[in-house]
């Protein structure tokens, strides 16, 4: 899913405190044992799927290379994960320096890709690009197997250490390749299952961005068998045409280009739907840039200055009309643009934003050429595009005229904050919540029941404007919308400020039901599509309320007598242990809603800082995030149901 929830502060965020006796030589693999989160990202469910991109990266860079067409998945019954391709297969003759074969020294040396200097890939993907050792150290068992020259050579692992030889284990006639079967370890990892919808969506869209490449993915466990194959010839073509499945796109053909020279490649692919938003996904060597970069501003600035130039020639737009902005000219496009380079240089704060200087001009010339040649071969779809950039421009017109009135009308109140808000006396944004609530009882519990200092309530009374229909300017007009924007403090769009946000917690408490998790599903879509930042710098979080209390006689004294449990299995559980133990028969209450609980429950079960669990929300995959609101919230009624139905099981949690 795309709103990964597994990330919870720990102290790895919060910085741990180093001292000289911690201070040690790092050498071989020990440290990716001791820290593996420095080297995969996490130990939770992220780190552990990287682990497979790390694997499948590396067919994928010998299929860049030109040598590898097809690679296999499979996800055993034992949660192992064997990854076949058709490359060339990994050299076994034995390594110059190190004195032992080439696959032994790929498998148990850190970083060893590039050491072998002088005939490394010429572009080569991987987040971290860590390699196949890192994923060997932290897997209980792994195996290798490399089809070469007519046979089949095999060498295992336990925990980075090889446990056999490389050994002839068969032949394979013309056949080359490689297999790689890895589990991971349990020690390492807080959960080793894997999940097939996050592998499929990653090994999708590295089908997506490296066309012709054929990539199947097994899962062979249990009663979750199922098979995918992703291969497309039209690559990213065929991206733009699978992220607008749920939308309405205003004209039929994808624009379309790609530029190669030496070192650098680009290639670009979009189209407009009647939209409000604007999905542009950059990748850089196969990696989702999600901080943007170099080459996702030679595109916005070069689409800009295209549409606009054909636009005024075109005499859509007269002289002395104002040029339409680049905001206006991206509503409603979704656009994939990949670009491929030797040495890529990624900065930011989870590194995913490109910095390398020359992929602007580079992306700039092709595209501004591309874009202006596609609206002049095309009158009638350019037409159609230009007109709905003026479209947007006029609304964005409205929108800052509506808005004007409204940061007037606060300038002169001076109670500007809202008035259903209770605010917390803390002035610090760091140190204090708000909690927004469904409800006008549980807002009154949740404001009887709060801690004053820190805590503020924010009740949500009446619906909630479903922002993926609905232009900037009613949206500005939606009271409850409204209320949330001024108590967050940090403004909206282009005027958002996370400087001035208010609250460094924004919880989002609702019922544990579908209504509940369709209420939390409108404000991310509303924090998503407008205040993304929110989301990404890490402040939204879900509370989790409980759905029973389990009490024992008095059920005085929580974990004595009296017990809250948060999902049915832990419930089961509770009850099981319980029976085991011969208690009396315990007196079970259901919560159908926050409403039902008091202030004093609510505090204890939800917002009290010792007992409660926050999930943050943090987004995952942009891509995904799109299908998922454009899926949930849009206007195609089908996909929605479809989607509902397939993920039932999810409503609650997952978005
Ligand atoms: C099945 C799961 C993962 C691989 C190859 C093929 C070669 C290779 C791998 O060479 C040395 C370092 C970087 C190029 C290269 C074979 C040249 C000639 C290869 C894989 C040389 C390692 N013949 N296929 N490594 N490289 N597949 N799949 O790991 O510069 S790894």
């Given at each position: 899913m795309a709103l990964d929830e597994s990330k919870k502060p720990g102290p790895e965020q919060g910085g741990e405190e180093y001292n000289a006796s911690q201070i040690q030589v790092l050498e071989g693999l020990d440290p990716v044992r001791k820290r593996p989160g420095m080297y995969i990202g996490s130990t939770g469910p992220r780190g552990l799927?990287?682990?497979?991109?790390?694997?499948?990266?590396?067919?994928?860079?010998?299929?860049?290379?030109?040598?590898?067409?097809?690679?296999?998945?499979?996800?055993?019954?034992?949660?192992?994960?064997?990854?076949?391709?058709?490359?060339?297969?990994?050299?076994?003759?034995?390594?110059?320096?190190?004195?032992?074969?080439?696959?032994?020294?790929?498998?148990?040396?850190?970083?060893?890709?590039?050491?072998f200097g002088g005939g490394g890939y010429k572009v080569s993907g991987g987040l971290h690009g860590v390699g196949a050792s890192v994923v060997n150290v932290l897997s209980d068992f792994m195996q290798v197997e490399s089809m070469r020259g007519g046979k089949i050579y095999r060498q295992t692992y336990s925990k980075g250490k090889k446990t056999s030889e490389v050994e002839v284990v068969g032949d394979c006639g013309r056949q080359t390749g490689c297999r790689v079967i890895f589990h991971p370890d349990k020690e390492i990892f807080d959960e080793i299952e894997f999940s097939y919808s996050t592998l499929e969506t990653h090994l999708r869209e590295t089908a997506f961005l490296n066309k012709g490449i054929k990539i199947s993915l097994t899962d062979e466990r249990g009663d979750k068998k199922k098979k995918g194959v992703y291969h497309y010839e039209g690559g990213i073509k065929e991206y733009v045409k699978f992220q607008n499945a749920n939308k309405q796109p205003i004209h039929p053909d994808i624009i379309y280009y790609e530029y190669k020279k030496k070192d650098q490649e680009v290639e670009v692919a979009m189209q407009y739907t009647d939209s409000y938003t604007e999905v542009i996904l950059s990748y850089a060597n196969n990696i989702n840039t999600v901080e943007g970069g170099t080459h996702l501003v030679g595109f916005k600035t070069a689409l800009t200055r295209a549409v606009n130039n054909y636009a005024l020639k075109a005499k859509l737009?007269?002289?002395?009309?104002?040029?339409?902005?680049?905001?206006?000219?991206?509503?409603?496009?979704?656009?994939?643009?990949?670009?491929?380079?030797?040495?890529?240089?990624?900065?930011?704060?989870?590194?995913?934003?490109?910095?390398?200087?020359?992929?602007?001009?580079?992306?700039?010339?092709?595209?501004?050429?591309?874009?202006?040649?596609?609206?002049?071969?095309?009158?009638?779809?350019?037409?159609?595009?230009?007109?709905?950039?003026?479209?947007?421009?006029?609304?964005?017109?409205?929108?800052?005229?509506?808005?004007?009135?409204?940061?007037?009308?606060?300038?002169?109140?001076?109670?500007?904050?809202?008035?259903?808000?209770?605010?917390?006396?803390?002035?610090?944004?760091?140190?204090?919540?708000?909690?927004?609530?469904?409800?006008?009882?549980?807002?009154?519990?949740?404001?009887?029941?709060?801690?004053?200092?820190?805590?503020?309530?924010?009740?949500?009374?009446?619906?909630?404007?479903?922002?993926?229909?609905a232009s900037a300017d009613r949206m500005l007009r939606s009271d409850t919308i409204k209320d949330m924007i001024t108590a967050f403090g940090c403004g909206i769009g282009s005027e958002f400020n996370i400087e001035k946000l208010r609250y460094h917690k924004i919880i989002i408490m609702t019922d544990a039901d579908v209504d509940g998790a369709h209420i939390r599903t409108l404000l991310l879509t509303l924090f998503f599509r407008h205040m993304p930042k929110l989301i990404e710098e890490g402040y939204v979080y879900a509370a989790q309320p409980p759905l029973f209390r389990v009490k024992v006689g008095k059920g005085e004294k929580v974990g004595k007598d009296l017990w809250y449990t948060y999902s049915d299995k832990e419930q089961e559980k509770l009850l099981a242990d319980l029976a085991a133990q011969g208690k009396t028969k315990p007196e079970i209450q259901r919560y159908k809603g926050l409403g039902e609980m008091d202030a004093e429950q609510l505090w204890e079960t939800t917002m009290d800082y010792n007992n409660r669990t926050l999930v943050q929300i943090t987004v995952d995959d942009m891509a995904a995030a799109d299908q998922i609101f454009t899926t949930l919230m849009g206007d195609k009624v089908p996909p929605r149901k479809k989607f509902i139905e397939e993920n039932a099981h999810y409503a609650t949690l997952d978005v």
């Open positions: 799927h990287h682990c497979v991109y790390e694997i499948v990266d590396n067919s994928v860079d010998e299929a860049l290379a030109g040598f590898c067409t097809n690679i296999q998945v499979t996800i055993h019954e034992d949660n192992s994960v064997e990854v076949l391709d058709n490359g060339r297969g990994m050299p076994v003759d034995e390594h110059p320096k190190m004195h032992k074969p080439a696959m032994e020294v790929i498998m148990t040396v850190l970083h060893a890709g590039g050491k737009l007269k002289e002395n009309d104002e040029p339409l902005s680049g905001e206006d000219i991206r509503e409603g496009l979704t656009a994939i643009i990949s670009v491929k380079l030797t040495e890529p240089q990624f900065e930011g704060q989870t590194k995913t934003k490109l910095g390398n200087m020359d992929m602007r001009s580079f992306v700039d010339q092709v595209t501004t050429e591309n874009v202006f040649a596609f609206l002049e071969e095309n009158p009638a779809q350019a037409r159609v595009i230009i007109e709905k950039c003026i479209k947007a421009y006029r609304a964005r017109e409205a929108a800052r005229k509506a808005r004007d009135l409204t940061r007037r009308k606060t300038a002169l109140d001076s109670t500007s904050l809202p008035g259903k808000l209770a605010d917390c006396s803390e002035k610090d944004p760091a140190l204090s919540e708000i909690f927004i609530v469904e409800g006008d009882s549980a807002g009154g519990s949740a404001k009887e029941g709060r801690d004053r200092k820190r805590q503020a309530i924010l009740p949500l009374r009446g619906k909630i404007l479903n922002v993926e229909k």
